[in-house]
DNA sequence: CGACACAGTCGAAGCGCTTCGACGACTATG
DNA sequence: CATAGTCGTCGAAGCGCTTCGACTGTGTCG
């Protein structure tokens, strides 16, 4: 193993300087520099991370806590996932991965042993438990002693987002994105399939957003709405749309929210021999590459994974070096029409 | 922040005391033990993970590289990823996001900063440039100066496993097991639709070896056996089929690998008038819970993600403790019947 | 031309922990 | 009863790095 003390033998400098040369936090001359720079690269030198924490009080680490379910939007997480850490590794950052499975201790663990310098959580719950841990520090509201704040970004967005940095999709613009769009179509009975009954159970936020936005431009429309959960696969979705048919057979118009309910929806209605989207139309909202490999191209609403790890790397890589503060960031959806939506049919 | 010394003090022992209390690594009275818990918890200490490192040499981390690119068996990936999570925390172990995105420099990075005490590699390529640091002291065959061994372990199989350790299904096995499956059904003629195009040029040995298995049966059994790469989604797989029966017609077995093929093969053939298992069977190799989910419950061998994380993880652990050494587990397949194979149709 | 700023470098302290050797107090052994 | 061994504890020496203050030499200004 090679250590910055033989780096600074091998160029004939104090090991002080070898470090500056390295953090660029004094300066270096041009001679000096290259020297250092040529026996770290022939030495193959790496700085011992363990290390650098001592000394420096800073792991370079960031911790990100996924949901340890895997009940939804799998390949959504996957995709923040891989963000996170790329975007991380741009501004020299690592990616430590934690599950939901710990819950607050894993907070707790991952603050006070210094392992990692800040966080992102992802599926935050509207009021969840490891809220009170991350908050910044508010004013008249000290945090329990012994407690320290923790840099925090989460993804997903409670009900309360005070001394809170969180980025989202706007889902509430979502919903009212879909009817709009509907709407416009000329569609007045619009069923939502939405999320897996448990997921509204946990009070996840963006379920009860998206189902708020809807209700709300539904309403303002004169649309008329129905929302059921849906757990997705070919049986639940089956029984699902049997139930709304029957309630209101004259539905010409769904949003789906479940990706996993989506591929079923399409053969199902086929299957009744109702066309989309000569018969009925279908808007979802899911990632890209879900609406483009359906059987049907799907007109949809993108969910931004991407977007969503990298904003919420950058915010928190600005906290962390004292840049910027709590704020609350909502992406605006962008609804992309493709061959599963069109005009209502006439009203027999 | 609370550290050992003020532990010690507040016990009133020795920070070494402390120290061997937490690592149980010399005897301890049960007195002090006690003593020095109490103050532990009533302190709310945490040990500084740098520090720990530093000092130890070991940073209990693991380092799970995943593949960057999002094109298949996303769920798959997830799935061992939360299970290599989870069960690094039962040993003690965190672990550490790397994407392939940096190659083998992200080895080199992590090895010889003592970020992570051992690796995890995923989507393991045939004839992977990363192999070459991972791969044990090979008698007689030394590693570039400078380089140290990292110990590691592969979930996928390369071509040459000398010094490596290896975790994966066992996909000749899987593959031959479909046909066996197939062929006791009386099914002469079977298509299988397999990864798409650029899995097979990246030599990912999974689909490799999963074709050799259902060649070299199917040889045996006297089996027509026709392989088309598919790049899922909707249209692909309709033009994959058509290609199919266009080729042979008298298809009566189908294998499925990619699971992004899968419920549109099954709308295709719904489609076409074929129906399942009546007219032609379907056997997948993919995630219980697609099989379970899919519009006709499939017939399937399941990819067993959490025993691969697991298993990976465990061997990893066993390797840093110098228990066990190289070795390739293969796990066992295991077919599922369920209502997607029937018996072939009666010939003409 | 002396005082002063500043760039460039060094030495040393110290981050919080592990671990080695030492040591006193006992217990077993011949 | 002397000797060896064992158990429980302590002190001190680092682990490899960052960072602070100090020092030297050069250029700048009044």
């Given at each position: ?51 650098r ?5 800073r ?60 966080m ?35 993804i ?55 189902l ?27 029984v ?83 840049r ?6 909502l ?18």
């Amino acid at each position: 193993m090679v250590t910055l003390a033989e780096v600074a033998q091998h160029a004939r400098v104090s090991a002080s300087t070898v470090s500056y040369v390295l953090s660029g936090k004094r300066s270096i001359s041009a001679g000096t520099r290259e020297r250092v720079e040529h026996s770290i690269r022939e030495l193959g030198y790496h700085p011992n991370a363990g290390a650098r924490a001592l000394a420096s009080n800073r792991s370079n680490i960031i911790a990100l806590m996924v949901p340890l379910r895997t009940d939804m939007y799998v390949p959504v997480m996957m995709e923040i996932a891989i963000a996170v850490a790329t975007t991380a590794r741009t501004h020299g950052y690592d990616v430590l991965l934690l599950t939901g499975e710990e819950g607050p201790d894993a907070v707790r663990r991952v603050t006070s042993s210094g392992l990692a310098d800040g966080m992102i959580l992802m599926d935050v719950e509207l009021d969840d438990e490891r809220l009170p841990l991350l908050r910044g520090g508010v004013a008249g509201q000290g945090r329990p002693v012994g407690e320290q704040e923790q840099p925090a970004v989460l993804i997903g967005l409670p009900s309360d987002t005070t001394g809170l940095t969180c980025v989202d999709l706007d889902f509430r613009a979502t919903g009212a994105l879909c009817v709009d769009h509907l709407a416009a179509l000329g569609h007045r009975d619009v069923a939502v399939i939405g999320e897996a009954p448990a997921v509204y159970e946990r009070h996840t936020g963006f379920a009860e957003r998206t189902l708020q936005g809807l209700r709300s431009r539904g309403g303002e429309l004169g649309l008329r709405l129905l929302h059921r959960p849906c757990a997705g696969g070919y049986d639940a979705t089956a029984v699902t749309l049997a139930r709304i048919l029957d309630e209101r057979p004259d539905t010409t118009g769904f949003v789906v929210q479940n990706e996993s309910a989506v591929e079923p929806l399409l053969a199902l209605l086929r299957q009744r021999g109702r066309a989309v989207p000569e018969d009925v139309s279908v808007v979802a909202i899911c990632p890209e590459q879900v609406a483009v490999q359906a059987s049907v191209a799907l007109t949809s609403v993108a969910l931004p994974a991407q977007e969503m790890g990298r904003r919420a790397v950058d915010h928190l890589v600005a906290k962390l070096e004292g840049r910027g503060g709590d704020e609350v960031v909502l992406l605006a959806p962008e609804l992309t029409i493709r061959a599963s939506s069109g005009p209502a049919p006439a009203r027999p």
